[in-house]
């Protein structure tokens, strides 16, 4: 699968990239799903001794590319069951590493977003990590109401999970959380249901 | 009285000299209150009236954020400059009334950072003066290399030693010591953002080790002040205004505009910040860029120019 096309919408919905190797003397993978589709591109055209450089970690999910990534002769190949589960080790890493280290981020939106946001409490711009986002469209959402996330949203519009109000999914995103944000959609009549429709698959 | 935007009305408190190249310029309000609050890295634009030239420079603030009393800027003597560091090392003297900016700045901390690794040449090390002043009250890990020719021009070795201790590293060109940018920028921590101000040759040596040590864009910081360079007279067409004026050899376009009375927009006058960008119209000569806002793209299309540093070989028809 090749990497996604999104529809341009407002300034605060992130937009990915493809993948591109730097001139850095060590690179740090985080991919899941078919993001692992994107790290094979990165190492498509690499020159001899690139792989003894990199690092990956990935996250198999439902698209689970690991044998062909295993394959490509990473210094290091980790896979962890989930993105929360990898979440940990991540910041490990970026506190560990040295400025000049290539992040890339690949896969998933959440993937990306969770990555994205240990990157920049480690103290990272959000620009200094490239991104290319592959596969699912679920989407990490915040209920504006009680401040619950619920995870893998893919209908429009949503159920909060945790204070069971009805959401509309914006595109209105936050860095810091992670999650696009959810806002009330029938609070002055309640009774009102719109139907909900499979819009993130 | 001054024609500057906002201009303040101050009086020069003292004139230190540093060493044989550096005098240090203070300033207090004329009126006695507390002047405008700025962050470390900030500079100020100082008016001079040179007998019949008026001329607009900007400097780094060297002194603490928290001291909104005494503005202080060090000025190296430029003998081949256009003579702005010349007026003020010849001609001010303590109890002078001068007119000053409002403080503005284009060269400031990222405050999300934990860490600010900073590389002074020189004379670019004032604005790391109020931008380490700033750290150690509000905390913040700083690494400081500083390059410069001979202990005796070292200014203000003393002061940041006492302020960064082991954090303060100088390089003596009289000793034959250098930084090693790439050992310097190839081990810092994760965050780290990396600020460079001095002479143009030392900004490249370390922008390119960065790049190459694939450093993001966003971590880099730079602070290069285009010398606006004296060069042959030449005469503008300033076609909104109906006015033909000369821009004599030791003065910019920008200062000969502003002379014939036309209030125009500048922020940095050092090429950099992009506010005076002006459309030319037309003209009969070698436009001479020596900004450091306009791409190679618009340079070569020959649409634009920065009034405050570059010239023209020729005649010039402006938009203004």
Redesign the interface.
């Given at each position: 699968m090749s990497h996604s096309r999104m529809e341009p919408s407002i300034r605060s919905r992130p937009v990915y990239g493809t993948l591109s190797r730097?001139?850095?003397?060590a690179h740090l993978c985080i991919a899941d799903g078919a993001g692992g589709g994107a790290l094979l591109d990165l190492f498509g055209s690499a020159p001899e001794g690139f792989a003894q450089h990199v690092e990956i970690n990935y996250v198999p999910g439902d698209e689970n590319m690991s044998d062909a990534l295993k394959a490509l002769g990473a210094a290091r190949f980790h896979t962890s069951p989930s993105v929360h589960a990898l979440m940990p080790r991540i910041a490990r890493q970026?506190?560990?590493?040295?400025?000049?280290?290539?992040v890339y981020l690949a896969g998933s939106e959440t993937l990306i977003g969770l990555a994205m946001k240990t990157g920049m409490e480690?103290?990272?711009?959000f620009?200094?990590?490239q991104t290319e986002h592959r596969g699912t469209l679920a989407r990490r959402v915040q209920c504006v109401h009680c401040k619950g996330i619920t995870e893998n949203v893919t209908t429009q519009p949503a159920t909060c999970s945790h204070c069971g109000l009805l959401l509309l999914v914006r595109d209105h995103y936050s860095r810091r959380h992670a999650a696009f944000q959810g806002v009330n959609i029938n609070a002055e009549d309640p009774s009102e249901v719109a139907p909900k429709e499979e819009v993130f698959p | 009285m001054s024609s500057l935007h906002g201009a303040i009305d101050v009086v020069v408190s003292d004139v230190v000299t540093v060493n044989e190249l550096i005098k240090r310029f203070h300033f207090k309000r004329a009126d006695g209150k507390p002047l405008p609050a700025f962050s470390g890295g900030s500079h100020i634009v100082i008016e001079m009236q040179d007998g019949d030239t008026l001329r607009r420079t900007p400097y780094s603030l060297s002194s603490s954020p928290f001291d909104t009393d005494d503005y202080q800027v060090s000025i190296r003597r430029d003998d081949a400059g256009r003579g702005g560091s010349l007026y003020m090392h010849e001609s001010v003297e303590p109890g002078m009334a001068m007119s000053i900016s409002h403080p503005a700045n284009l060269f400031s901390l990222d405050k999300?950072?934990?860490?600010h690794l900073m590389l002074a040449g020189g004379i670019g090390i004032t604005p790391f003066m109020s931008q380490t002043a700033q750290l150690a009250r509000t905390g913040g890990k700083v690494e400081l290399h500083y390059g410069v020719r001979n202990r005796e021009l070292g200014a203000y070795v003393d002061e940041l030693s006492v302020r960064l201790g082991p954090d303060l590293h100088v390089y003596l060109d009289e000793n034959a010591e250098r930084m090693d940018l790439d050992r310097i920028?190839?081990?810092?921590?994760?965050?780290?953002h990396l600020y460079v101000c001095g002479p143009e040759p030392m900004i490249e040596a370390a922008l390119d080790s960065a790049r190459?040590?694939?450093?993001?864009?966003?971590?880099i910081h730079h602070e290069l002040f285009a010398r606006t360079a004296p060069g042959e007279p030449f005469t503008i067409e300033l076609q909104d205004s109906g006015l033909s004026v000369e821009v004599g050899e030791t003065q910019s376009m920008l200062e000969a505009i502003e002379n014939a009375g036309i209030d125009a927009p500048y922020l940095c006058r050092g090429g950099v910040c992009g506010q005076c960008e002006t459309r030319v119209l037309s003209h009969d000569g070698e436009l001479l860029h020596t900004d450091h806002w306009l791409s190679d793209a618009e340079r070569a299309a020959g649409e634009k120019i920065m009034p405050c540093v570059s010239r023209c070989r020729g005649t010039l028809v402006l938009e203004r």
């Open positions: 730097t001139t850095a003397a970026f506190e560990r590493m040295r400025m000049g280290t290539q480690a103290g990272l711009d620009e200094a990590m | 999300r950072a934990p860490k920028l190839g081990n810092q921590p994760t965050g780290t190459r040590l694939a450093w993001p864009q966003a971590h």
